[in-house]
Nanobody, 123 residues
Framework: QVQLVESGGGLVQAGGSLRLSCAAS????????MGWFRQAPGKEREFVAA????????DYASSVKGRFTISRDNAKNTVYLQMNSLKPEDTAVYYC????????????????WGQGTQVTVSS
């Protein structure tokens, strides 16, 4: 499995930006599809974005498409989530995860998870 540590969360005003990072350890990172999920209080964990092992393919939830960008640097074993035009409804704990399967938007396809980083967007 891959060990994952997220960073970059914080408090930002609506309309602002944040960049989340997820540092991975383990030899298999560069061969793994990586995803970002989020969970708001009282809500289920939801898919945000995913990126293929090469970075050539990405997928986004409709709620973040056009505002968020997922990327990765396999040389640094890191995946990023650039979040622009943030809204209060983006407030959540954000998790990165490494996939074992092909249904990228489904949390059960991921077998390694980070501890999460809090993102709070004020109105």
């Amino acid at each position: 499995q891959v060990q994952l540590v997220e960073s970059g969360g914080g408090l930002v005003q609506a309309g602002g930006s944040l960049r989340l990072s997820c540092a991975a350890s383990g030899r298999t990172f560069s061969r793994k599809t990586m995803g970002w999920f989020r969970q708001a209080p009282g809500k289920e964990r939801e898919f945000v974005a995913a990126i293929s092992w090469s970075g050539g393919s990405t997928d986004y939830a409709s709620s973040v498409k056009g505002r968020f960008t997922i990327s990765r640097d396999n040389a640094k074993n890191t995946v990023y989530l650039q979040m622009n035009s943030l809204k209060p409804e983006d407030t959540a704990v954000y998790y990165c995860a490494a996939a074992r399967g092909s249904r990228w938007s489904q949390s059960y396809e991921y077998d390694s998870w980070g501890q999460g980083t809090q993102v709070t967007v004020s109105s």
